[in-house]
């Protein structure tokens, strides 16, 4: 029996049809009936953001951390527009997530009426696919279509923009089992591919697994297999910024991040190896720095779903096209039927080299005297909470990378970062949809108290839903990565990178009825985390650090990953040669 | 989450020849990319080129099977190897594209351009291009005392040749159609 209802009916009906529990949105004329819909039920829980930028972060945070597609809901025109940087965010990051926007009736479009946008338009470049739905009797399939593309191959932001005629009128609903797709990206890899990978490790001297988000993306199989190879192999493991959490920071084998701010032995091993793995990464320019001279003796094998990654920047010697997971899998059988060789010596000497390169302590600091070093903050943070089942967010700059060097992560969906689009304003709604999506969890932003100042109107979301999210906010009244590189490369004129006029967060932080914690003194430090911690509720933590410290290890933008700066004492009046300068 | 009915056959994004040959020397290539006829397709596919800055030498588009909904887009782009290897596995990555076929790398093929000129001229100049059309096989369309429509049909080399020999005969106007392409033989 088909069941007839309105399009906004079926909006909620496909939503909770596909298991929908948690939407994140904000309300304007062109979507009313929707809002009407979800006022009569109690299936889905509506989160009202304070902007659809957050309504989209947020549905990003949720689906990071659930491992469920996000979705947002917002009205046409400015509610579509202001998604628009989610909806890259989520582009560049691969992050699942659905978002509809309200559209004119059908009948006005094209006539410049009010709150009218392109939004297909705009949103194309931006989406992994989008939609103008015109009929209602199409809304339903198109729901459950949508769910589908947002959540196979490599996962991605999708739009469904529905005029308000289409949501009033009435239509057939189509169930899901009933929808037809053709989009059905390929997840078993080559079979003579993999062996040709497998042999390749057994005859490794210098092997490097180099790792990142499609790991993740994979599901917790793909973790779960990783570890596994890692273990039978006993490789070393490298990962990017979005792979955090793939393999176990107190994993043996674990080097730590690699990058523009990765870790000392793991880019030394990256360009030193004879063998890169790379798993479900994409030669990211913050990962392979200068081209040419990037990782110049290695066999580079790659395992990605998507063909347009493979050979995009790095040529590659064994390309893999499928799923991490369904590929690992078939690869620890081939490996484990060849008898799990390995050039044992050989690996040995180059676990021998690592060591040594470990000795440097890249991310060596000292706290000394009455001002917090920032990497001293993070490191007590870490302490403090290592026992809790934890997620962090973070915003972008300095903060975010200290974070990704100075906290360690067991476990995969617990980190939540902007990596592509590095989109300031990010951390504060992700944590949000993280905390609805993990009610009982410890949800951590560590913020910069400029980036935190992009979204800070969510605080009122965060009051309203009882989300007792921590903002954990390093503020060097700097815009500290931009002063970073102002120091490097444009001969220390530090034009507009202050925080100037900043707000009393403690008292900003009540205003909105939060808790705000102050702390300035190392010897306080301990004690107000564990304030923040024991609160039962939202947290405004603003610790106040050393305003010129530097991020390092670095290496500068035009260098290969041999030339890196190290901490304490480095060089940095001529990191940055003209060539690289033009880089972003 | 509910699953949906994957169609028969439906692995449309496979691999290519994940193995490409890098070089510096740019190539032409013909590839015919079999798209849903959804409206949004065209600027999806033409938004890719401009954005990446891939080079669009001609661009044709229309329906070739109306009830199963099918357009084909038949592109002529320039670009080393690895950027065509890119090119296809971008296209490849849209939910509304079938199928993309590298018409140049995948056996023989053959490629026809529809133009129509216009032509002023009196006299000697009237004579020759008259003279030239019939060797270019081109056929008169239009005609007034001191004018032809001329319509060509070829490859696109035939074309511009033709346009050459017209220039100095009173080419006044140009319209090309851009490249349709089919690979030879019964394989489809
Ligand atoms: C939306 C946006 N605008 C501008 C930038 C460029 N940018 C990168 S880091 C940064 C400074 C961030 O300052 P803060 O949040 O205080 O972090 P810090 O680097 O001081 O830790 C800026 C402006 C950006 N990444 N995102
Ligand atoms: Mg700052």
């Not at chain 1, 279509?145 to 239509?171: L, M």
């Not at chain 1, 993306?217 to 039978?232: C, M, Y």
């Not at chain 1, 500068?556 to 972003?584: Q, R």
């Not at chain 2, 319509?151 to 080399?157: K, L, N, P, Q, V």
Request: net charge negative; proline share 4%.
């Amino acid at each position: 029996m088909t069941k007839t209802m309105t399009g906004a009916k079926m909006v909620v009906q496909a939503l909770i049809d596909q298991g929908v529990d948690t939407v994140f949105g904000y309300p304007g004329g062109a979507v009313l009936p929707i809002y009407d819909e979800i006022f009569q039920q109690n299936s889905i829980k509506h989160v009202l953001v304070r902007h659809e930028q957050g309504a989209v972060h947020a549905a990003e945070g949720y689906a990071r951390s659930t491992g469920k597609p996000g979705v947002a809901l917002v009205t046409s025109g400015p509610g579509a527009t202001n998604a628009v940087t989610g909806l890259t965010d989520a582009l560049m990051d691969s992050i699942p997530i659905i978002v509809l926007t309200g559209q004119v009736p059908t009948f006005m479009i094209g006539s410049d009426a009010f709150q009218e946008c392109d939004t297909v338009g705009i949103t194309r470049p931006c989406t992994k696919h989008n939609w103008l739905v015109k009929e209602t009797d199409k809304l339903s399939a198109i729901m459950h279509e949508a769910f589908h593309i947002a959540t196979s191959g490599r996962p991605g932001p999708v739009v469904i923009d529905i005029p308000k005629d289409v949501q009033f009128a009435t239509g057939k609903y189509t169930e899901a089992r009933q929808v037809e797709t053709h989009y059905n990206p390929q997840v078993k890899g080559d079979m003579e591919m993999i062996t040709e990978l497998a042999e390749a490790m057994e005859k490794a001297k210098r092997p490097v697994f180099y790792t990142g988000g499609g790991v993740i993306n994979s599901g917790p199989a793909a973790s779960q297999l990783l570890r596994e190879l890692v273990a039978e192999t006993g490789f070393p493991i490298t990962s990017t910024l979005m792979g955090l959490g793939c393999y176990p920071a107190s994993g043996e084998n674990w080097l730590g991040m690699l990058g523009m701010h990765g870790l000392y032995e793991a880019n030394m091993a990256m360009h030193d190896c004879d063998l890169m793995i790379n798993i479900g990464a994409r030669f990211d320019d913050r990962i392979t720095g200068r081209l040419d001279a990037f990782s110049p003796g290695s066999t580079k094998a790659h395992i990605d779903i998507d063909a347009s990654s493979i050979n995009k920047v790095i040529k590659v010697d064994i390309p893999i096209l499928g799923d991490v997971a369904h590929v690992l899998e078939d690869l620890l059988n081939v490996w484990k039927s060849r008898g799990r060789k390995t050039n044992k010596e050989a690996v040995q000497k180059w676990w021998h080299q690592i060591n040594e390169w470990r000795k440097i302590d890249c991310l060596k600091y000292t706290q000394k005297g009455k001002v917090i070093k920032p990497q001293y903050a993070l490191s007590r943070l870490q302490e403090l909470t290592k026992n809790h089942d934890r997620y962090i967010c973070t915003e972008v700059g300095q903060h975010q990378m200290w974070a990704a060097q100075y906290l360690d992560f067991e476990d995969p969906n617990r980190w939540m970062t902007s990596g592509g689009l590095g989109t300031m304003g990010y951390g504060f709604p992700a944590s949000i949809g993280v905390q609805m999506g993990n009610p009982d969890a410890l949800v951590i932003n560590v913020a910069g108290e400029a980036s935190w100042l992009m979204n800070m109107q969510e605080l009122g979301t965060a009051m309203q839903y009882k989300l007792p999210v921590k903002q954990f906010i390093l503020n060097n009244e700097r815009l500290g990565m931009v002063r970073q590189w102002q120091e490097l490369l444009h001969g220390e004129r530090y034009s507009s990178s202050w925080s100037e006029s900043l707000p009393d967060f403690v008292k900003l932080a009540e205003a909105f009825g939060a808790k705000g914690i102050l702390c300035s003194d190392p010897d306080d430090l301990d004690d107000a985390i564990m304030e923040m911690l024991n609160h039962d509720g939202p947290v405004l933590f603003d610790c106040l650090v050393e305003k010129h410290e530097n991020c390092f290890p670095m290496i500068p933008s035009g260098k290969p990953h041999n030339e890196m700066l190290l901490g304490e004492g480095a060089d940095t009046a001529n990191a940055i040669k003209s060539d690289g300068a033009v880089m972003v | 989450m509910s699953p949906l009915k994957i169609k028969k056959g439906a692995t449309s994004h496979s691999a290519y020849d994940l193995r490409p040959t890098f070089s510096d020397k740019e190539e032409r290539h013909t590839l015919a990319v079999l798209v849903e006829n959804e409206p949004g397709v065209l600027s999806r596919v033409i938004g890719l080129f401009a954005g990446r800055g891939y080079n669009i030498d001609s661009l044709t588009v229309a329906e070739v099977d109306h009830l199963g909904h099918r357009s084909r887009i038949t592109i002529v782009t320039t670009g080393t190897p690895q950027t065509i290897v890119q090119i296809k596995a971008q296209l490849g990555r849209f939910v509304d594209v079938h199928k993309v076929n590298d018409l140049t790398v995948e056996g023989p093929s053959v490629e026809r351009e529809l133009a129509l000129f216009k032509v002023h001229g009196t006299g000697e100049h009237r004579i020759e291009a008259i003279r030239l059309a019939d060797i270019f096989r081109a056929n008169v369309v239009d005609s007034t005392l001191e004018s032809f429509v001329f319509e060509i049909t070829g490859t696109s080399e035939k074309i511009d040749a033709f346009a050459e020999l017209m220039q100095p005969l009173g080419l006044k106007e140009i319209a090309r159609t851009g490249v349709a392409a089919l690979s030879r033989g019964s394989v489809a």
